[in-house]
């Protein structure tokens, strides 16, 4: 049973260029939320997608987007990147079923921008 | 903003001795998370414990929460080596709000 995947493993990109990032919730799981966790932080909620739409979204500006697929994977786009934006992008999945209490993180993308 | 404020923000000591890490909140929760991040990787879920529960167990694991004072903790006992990580305490706000509010997070090293 895999659990959540990610990639890329890492990235660097340039200013002003644009991300997306992948993420495959765990077996059983509709629910796809990412967080972004800047060094030495604890992870910042961005916005959690179910049934292809986005649900909840934390205090992010309108260049972080994303995208959730029938088969419940998500991606995660940011344009305009800043250098501010690096950072590991966290996915995490959960399920309706299981009350959305329980959380599992994939291993993470880590996105440089120079 | 972060809603959890861990302490301390860093801890080490000798294995085979108890880490006691605490974390403090501003609001009412619905459910507090433990989370352990080994080396900037993946957060590994550890516990959860609801608003109606004071104390909860899971190997040596050890969580307590106290709503009045808004704080919980976490104690290991018995360390290893293989302990050694940062842990985070997350928040799940009342209201049938999903998203974590998460700490800065104890580094904890266990010295072998």
């Known amino acids: 049973d895999a659990g959540v995947t990610q990639s890329p493993t890492h990235l660097i990109k340039t200013r002003g260029q644009q991300v997306t990032l992948r993420c495959s919730p765990k077996?059983?799981?509709?629910?796809v939320s990412w967080y972004q966790q800047a060094l030495g932080q604890g992870p910042q909620f961005i916005f959690q997608?179910?049934?292809?739409?986005?649900?909840q979204r934390g205090n992010f500006p309108d260049r972080f987007s994303g995208h959730q697929f029938p088969n419940y994977s998500s991606e995660l786009n940011v344009n305009a990147l800043l250098l501010g934006d690096s950072a590991l992008y966290l996915c995490?999945?959960?399920?309706?079923?299981?009350?959305?209490?329980?959380?599992?993180f994939g291993p993470g993308t880590r996105l440089t921008v120079l | 903003s972060q809603q959890g404020e861990e302490d301390p923000q860093a801890l080490s000591i000798q294995e085979g001795e108890n880490a006691t890490m605490n974390c403090s909140y501003k609001?009412?929760?619905?459910?507090l998370q433990w989370y352990r991040q080994n080396s900037g990787r993946g957060l590994v879920h550890l516990i959860l414990?609801?608003?109606?529960?004071r104390e909860k167990h899971s190997g040596r694991l050890r969580v307590t929460l106290d709503t009045s004072k808004k704080s919980s903790s976490l104690l290991i006992t018995a360390s290893r080596a293989a302990d050694t990580a940062s842990y985070f305490c997350?928040?799940?706000?009342?209201?049938?709000?999903?998203?974590?509010?998460f700490g800065k997070g104890t580094k904890l090293t266990v010295n072998p």
């Open positions: 609001t009412s929760i619905n459910n």
């Open positions: 997350a928040t799940a706000t009342q209201g049938g709000s999903e998203k974590l509010v």
């Open positions: 077996s059983g799981h509709d629910t």
């Open positions: 997608y179910y049934e292809e739409e986005e649900r």
């Open positions: 414990i609801r608003s109606n529960e």
């Open positions: 995490a999945s959960s399920s309706l079923a299981g009350g959305w209490n329980e959380q599992f």
